[in-house]
């Protein structure tokens, strides 16, 4: 039952990421939208399952806490290093490539590239992109493994796990989709992260008829994962959203991603 559970777990998330590409034209929107989603997902889903998987505390603080702002330290000092090294590098291959017939080169360079920039300006590292889309995988390979442990258990607890996993799939699908994309990736990379995402849960389900993973370990981990997404989040989407386009509509996007997920939590219970 849990396998075919996370097969229209499968289904949902494709749904997300379909709907993140074919929105390209309000991209503001989109942006907004995964800023508001992914926000959600870690105040009112992610950080209270860790908190109570993982709540032990280690010198009065919670792992869970612990680890989740050892997740937002890890995406910060990741980032800001990979930024360092890629800057590094433009600069060295800028000053190897002007010419003197060619004054233009690496203004064309920048036009190519203007939309991998960050709202302050520096360069976006498509590296880190993908490293996000992998944790929304490992993210999503643990809510399938959550999802066997609770068919496992019998009641209610399965059907109330399959709710929660279908529908914050599809803003799990929708967010994939964007971080590849958002970071310079081409559209086969994200969708090849979009497709890895998708078949996550069902590989999750299966692997709990091999075996059942600690509940500290799975809390510990949504703890740093989350941390990681918060960063994301609030560094990265919700600047970038608000660039270019400081509209109420994206802000309303936003607002009505968290409200979405909200729904979502509550439904579960």
Same mark, same amino acid.
């Not at 996550?200 to 994962?225: C, D, Q």
């Given at each position: 039952?849990?396998?075919?559970?996370?097969?229209?777990?499968?289904?949902?998330t494709?749904?997300?990421?379909?709907?993140?590409?074919?929105?390209?034209?309000?991209?503001?929107?989109?942006l907004?939208?995964?800023?508001?989603?992914?926000?959600?997902?870690?105040?009112?889903?992610?950080?209270?399952?860790?908190?109570?998987?993982?709540? *032990?505390?280690?010198?009065?603080? =919670?792992?869970?806490?612990?680890?989740?702002?050892?997740? #937002?330290?890890?995406?910060?000092?990741?980032?800001?290093?990979?930024?360092?090294?890629?800057?590094?590098?433009?600069?060295?291959?800028?000053?190897?490539?002007?010419?003197?017939?060619?004054?233009?080169?690496?203004?064309?360079?920048?036009?190519?590239? +203007?939309?991998?920039?960050?709202?302050?300006?520096?360069? *976006?590292? =498509?590296?880190?992109?993908l +490293?996000?889309?992998?944790?929304?995988?490992?993210?999503?390979?643990?809510?399938?493994?959550?999802?066997?442990?609770?068919?496992?258990?019998?009641?209610?607890?399965?059907? +109330?796990? $399959?709710?929660?996993?279908?529908t914050?799939? #599809?803003?799990?699908?929708?967010?994939?989709?964007?971080?590849?994309?958002?970071?310079?990736?081409? *559209?086969?990379?994200?969708?090849l992260?979009?497709?890895?995402?998708?078949?996550?849960?069902v590989?999750?389900?299966?692997?709990?008829?091999? #075996?059942?993973? =600690?509940?500290?370990?799975?809390?510990?981990?949504?703890?740093?994962?989350?941390? $990681?997404?918060?960063?994301?989040?609030?560094?990265?989407?919700?600047?970038?959203?608000?660039?270019?386009?400081?509209?109420?509509?994206t802000?309303?996007?936003?607002?009505?991603?968290?409200?979405?997920?909200?729904?979502?939590?509550?439904?579960?219970?």
């Amino acid at each position: 039952m849990a396998v075919i559970v996370a097969l229209g777990a499968f289904f949902m998330t494709l749904a997300g990421g379909w709907t993140a590409q074919r929105v390209t034209d309000r991209r503001h929107l989109v942006l907004g939208l995964a800023g508001g989603l992914m926000l959600g997902v870690v105040g009112l889903d992610l950080l209270p399952e860790a908190l109570e998987a993982a709540g *032990r505390k280690v010198f009065g603080v =919670p792992i869970a806490l612990l680890l989740f702002v050892a997740g #937002f330290l890890v995406a910060h000092v990741g980032e800001r290093l990979l930024a360092v090294r890629q800057a590094a590098h433009g600069a060295g291959g800028e000053g190897g490539h002007h010419h003197a017939g060619h004054p233009h080169g690496g203004d064309e360079h920048l036009g190519h590239s +203007a939309d991998r920039l960050r709202p302050d300006g520096t360069a *976006r590292v =498509p590296q880190v992109g993908l +490293a996000a889309a992998a944790a929304m995988v490992g993210h999503s390979l643990m809510d399938g493994i959550a999802l066997g442990a609770a068919f496992q258990v019998g009641g209610g607890m399965g059907v +109330a796990v $399959a709710l929660a996993v279908i529908t914050h799939d #599809f803003a799990d699908g929708f967010n994939t989709y964007t971080l590849t994309s958002m970071y310079g990736n081409d *559209r086969r990379k994200a969708l090849l992260m979009l497709f890895a995402d998708a078949a996550a849960p069902v590989l999750g389900a299966l692997s709990t008829t091999l #075996f059942t993973l =600690p509940e500290e370990p799975l809390g510990a981990y949504l703890g740093f994962f989350g941390g $990681a997404l918060l960063y994301l989040a609030a560094a990265e989407i919700l600047p970038e959203a608000h660039h270019e386009h400081p509209a109420l509509s994206t802000l309303l996007c936003t607002v009505g991603g968290v409200v979405g997920i909200w729904v979502v939590v509550g439904l579960a219970e």
